[in-house]
């Protein structure tokens, strides 16, 4: 059964930062190119940032590029989410997920898992 569990959300103030992290399980990690998403109340869900299955290659959302990186660790099933110099527009729910194909990357409808969720509040 293959789980993606994220972790590390919060409150923070303006200018804070926060590291989420992405535990994942009952798949292969080097066959997956992993990324984040966020949904904010009432917005579609928005492409954060993304690696390929090395790491070697990352790409960010617009919105993002220059604050947030990611990173996975493959021997340790993790991707991991580091974000800096927050805003209050990056308040929503942020989503780890995993695509075995070759689709855009930044489309949601390509991934195959996800996971629950967890909440990032930034406040003003």
């Known amino acids: 059964q293959v789980q993606l569990v994220e972790s590390g959300g919060g409150l923070v103030q303006t200018g804070g930062a926060l590291r989420l992290s992405c535990a994942v399980s009952?798949?292969?990690?080097?066959?997956?190119?992993m990324a984040w998403f966020r949904q904010a109340p009432g917005k579609d869900r928005e492409f954060v940032a993304g690696a390929d299955w090395s790491g070697r290659n990352t790409y960010y959302g617009d919105s993002v590029t220059g604050r947030f990186t990611i990173s996975r660790d493959n021997a340790k099933n993790l991707v991991v989410l580091q974000m800096n110099s927050l805003k209050p527009e990056d308040t929503a729910v942020y989503y780890c997920a995993a695509t075995s194909g070759w689709g855009y990357l930044k489309t949601a409808s390509n991934f195959n898992y996800w996971g629950q969720g967890t909440q990032v509040t930034v406040s003003s």
């Open positions: 009952g798949l292969t990690m080097n066959n997956y190119r």
